[in-house]
């Protein structure tokens, strides 16, 4: 069952990636939606037969893919508000995937918080941080009120979601499945950025394609980051 529902899920990612780049957006419209369920059905197939261990995991991941299913039939449309309650949607959702991450019995709680290589780390992160959410908020054009502030807040999750990732790697926690968690930590990164900029400032030619591709790796690679500890 497992395998048929990740058969599904590469099939449909395959599907609607066609339609994106062949610029078909109704039928990539129509696609986009089964996505993150098929995606969380694979999870949650692939958790279930370890619970109550995975319980943590199970819950977590299927809100993260829950939120990110939201998020993605509201950025459908392209009205300001909507793509604003569609990015408070994914806020959530990365939410879901950082307190999975932290507080799992395999997660980041498992580890000293307090060691120097932690607050070393996490200078270095912040700098880099800092540096980046200035640099996006700049060429995004400044924007001002609900918008800019909306901009900061979500660099900020997308920031801590990366952290994490890069404790839990440091750390030797989870083992590889924290690899596959950073890869899609920054790949969301990537996604967001391009979508951001087209948004707020111009297209560029096969950004839609270009947004899912990362997007959905991204959404995969953080489910097995979060699955593969309890295969």
């Known amino acids: 069952m497992i395998y048929c529902g990740l058969i599904l899920f590469i099939a449909a990612s395959i599907v609607h990636l066609a339609f994106c780049a062949l610029k078909r957006n109704k039928a990539a419209d129509a696609t986009k939606v089964f996505l993150m369920p ?8 692939a958790l279930a037969p370890r619970l109550p261990e995975s319980r943590t995991a199970f819950v977590c991941t ?12 509201l950025l459908l449309s392209v009205s300001e508000k909507r793509f604003m309650a569609g990015a408070l949607s994914f806020f959530a959702g990365h939410i879901f995937w950082i307190v999975q991450y932290v507080f799992s019995p395999n997660g980041t709680s498992a580890y000293a918080w307090g060691g120097r290589m932690f607050f070393f780390i996490a200078l270095i992160c ?8 200035a640099s996006t908020y ?52 990537i996604s967001d950025g391009v979508l951001s900029y087209t ?33």
């Open 38 to 45: 098929l995606l969380a059905l694979t999870s949650a197939l």
């Open 126 to 133: 912040f700098i880099c941080y800092g540096i980046v959410l």
């Open 62 to 73: 299927l809100c993260a893919l829950g939120f990110g299913c939201i998020g993605d039939v």
């Open 138 to 189: 700049v060429l995004l054009g400044k924007p001002k009120g609900v918008m800019g502030g909306g901009v900061i807040a979500y660099g900020g999750i997308l920031c801590a979601l990366n952290f994490t990732a890069i404790n839990a790697v440091v750390s030797g926690i989870n083992g590889k499945a924290a690899l596959f968690y950073l890869a899609g930590s920054i790949l969301f990164f």
């Open 199 to 231: 948004v707020f400032k111009k297209d560029i030619p096969y950004s839609r394609f270009i947004i899912m591709l990362t997007y959905i790796t991204a959404q995969a690679l953080l489910a097995a980051g979060c699955v593969l500890p309890y295969g």
